[in-house]
């Protein structure tokens, strides 16, 4: 069982977001927040799997959450969910530590998958949150040669900045572990480096980790 509590400001989205995960098997939601606040001390008296939450909230914002949530309570998975997409506040949730960012736009279907995969380790990210992690790798101080990696590559590369092997990263994907074994080859030599260790550290420093 997934234990979660929602932080989201909209009483109307938040309750609806209650109804829905109520519903799933194998999801609890253990507890509600309004505000950043209300949020952390909800995850302090709960200590739940995981935390569904939204950047722009009163009190005190979802990047702020993020923060203490990653130096404090670092076990508690935190998945934003929310309507921002602005560079200036993805990359830095990003790089806060969120395990996955989707925007509100996702079905109801799509938002349980994501809780799935991020509560089992496996990041998800928004093709547009994507898209802007790419730019920030290709533009960032640790880009080799300025080489640009294909969005498949930059997954990959995420998934092993969580230190995952060829063949759970085949599995996250639904591709082959030869393909796999193809993009890690395309990386390594993209990024000049000749070690997985490196390109998950590169990654990490990219905010892919």
Do not use: W
């Not at 998945?79 to 989707?102: C, E, K, N």
């Amino acid at each position: 069982m997934i234990r979660i509590i929602i932080a989201e400001d909209h009483q109307v989205v938040r309750e609806g977001l209650r109804m829905f995960l109520d519903a799933q098997a194998d999801i609890e939601v253990v507890g509600e927040a309004a505000n950043g606040l209300e949020a952390l001390a909800v995850v302090k008296e709960t200590h739940p799997d995981l935390l569904l939450l939204d950047l722009i909230m009163p009190e005190m914002d979802g990047l702020e959450v993020l923060k203490v949530i990653g130096k404090e309570m670092p076990e508690v998975v935190v998945l934003v969910l929310t309507s921002a997409l602005d560079d200036r506040m993805v990359i830095p949730a990003v790089r806060a530590g969120a395990a996955g960012y989707v925007l509100k736009t996702v079905s109801s279907a799509e938002l349980a998958d994501a809780i799935r995969s991020v509560a089992e380790g496996k990041p998800v990210l928004h093709p547009e949150i994507t898209r802007m992690l790419m730019r920030q790798v290709r533009q960032g101080p640790g880009a080799i040669g300025g080489e640009s990696f294909t969005q498949r590559e930059l997954e990959v590369l995420s998934l092993i900045a969580h230190y995952m092997t060829n063949k759970e990263i085949a599995a996250a994907l639904g591709i082959s572990e030869k393909t796999v074994k193809t993009h890690v080859s395309n990386i390594l030599s993209k990024l000049g480096v000749s070690s997985r260790t490196e390109a998950a550290r590169y990654a990490r420093q990219q905010g892919l980790g």
